[in-house]
């Protein structure tokens, strides 16, 4: 298709098109004559992933970047890597972090037998808001009661991923949703959280009434 | 205690304590003297929070005026309304809502059996979460999907919320826990996920090697 109907068919204005395409968000088209190239589904894909990126997950175009680039990246050590990377990009730079709290994420990590790196996804965030636990609330989590909250992580990746999903069928296909799944669906988790704590603070009120 | 003393032990300069003093986010000492005053465990707690959500939660201080106000505000038609109130006040502006996205919520609480209004913390920010999710991921999320994530997070609130909680103790301390507890969990709970997402891909990798 001409970049006209990439731009009707993915509502992304001409100018941000090519600004995409100069910074190397967005493959450059096959070239078809003077001035002129051929954009195919991929460039509307990459296109939807960028608009979410920006609007729902309110990126800079610099982590923009970072995350396209994980995507994109040719040498996959294995996919899986490429998927906590792209997390990684879409997370703010974490907190200070206490070497107290890094020990308590290496004790659950191994008490809960996951394999993840120390460089992977949530690894160094998960170290950051523990000890900012540490700091400002009043009773250290115990090592239990992190467990029950890794339980139920654990229980959420079995249902969000299911024992059927192929990376083999389409990688970059995997990588975009990995990314689309952690915008889209953090909020929705977050959400419910906070209406299920309404609902059970009511609850309890209601019980001593 | 003086001032010079509740900025030590908060690690909070003098200029700052007098300025959340007249944004009203801070309460007046015990005027003991001229241009003297006196202050106490209370005023310790205050600044605690605000360094948290400041710090943590990285919340303006228009943010922060609208989120004290709610743990401030002394007609208390319940207390779970004032959790609620000052919940809301720490998510951002939720984006565009669809009627669907609406018609799934009220759905949702009502399988659910949770006693939520409308206007609660995270009804407003799931219709928009839900909304994004219409319009970004391929497939529309089932009611029994939907419940599903609901049943996990009251399994979350349940776990948070301990049957022995006791509101009537120290109303003011259930708040302040309410908010730390959102602030300083949520990143907790997101990085687990994303780590957990990791340990999945890798299992299911390595079983298809």
């Known amino acids: ?10 509502g992304t204005p001409i100018p941000t098109i090519k600004y995409y395409i100069r910074e190397g968000l967005l493959a450059r088209g096959t070239p078809t004559a003077t001035n002129q190239a051929d954009y ?3 460039h509307v894909q990459r296109l939807r992933l960028i608009r979410v990126l920006r ?3 309110d990126l800079s175009v610099a982590t923009l970047t970072q995350v396209v680039a994980a995507l994109d990246h040719p040498e ?6 490429h998927v906590a990377t792209a997390l990684r990009s879409l997370s703010p730079e974490p907190g200070p972090i206490s070497e107290r709290s890094l020990d308590s994420v290496a004790n659950l990590v191994d008490r809960l037998g996951w394999e993840v790196d120390e460089d992977c996804a949530g690894y160094q965030s998960l170290a950051a808001a523990l000890t900012a636990l540490e700091e400002h609330w009043p ?8 467990m029950t909250y890794g339980r139920i992580a654990e229980r959420l990746a079995s249902f969000e991923i299911p024992e059927d ?4 069928e389409s ?8 990314v689309l799944g952690t915008v889209l669906f953090e909020p929705v988790i977050l959400s419910l959280r906070r209406l299920a704590h309404v609902d059970r603070h009511r609850r309890l009120i209601a019980d001593r009434l």
């Open 139 to 146: 009773s250290p989590l115990t090592l239990d009661q992190l």
């Open 40 to 42: 195919d589904e991929s």
């Open 165 to 168: 999903w192929n990376p083999s």
């Open 171 to 178: 990688a970059n296909d995997a990588l975009t949703y990995a």
């Open 55 to 57: 609007e729902v997950a």
């Open 76 to 81: 996959a050590r294995a996919r899986a890597d």
């Open 1 to 10: 298709m001409k970049i006209s109907e990439l731009s009707r068919t993915t």
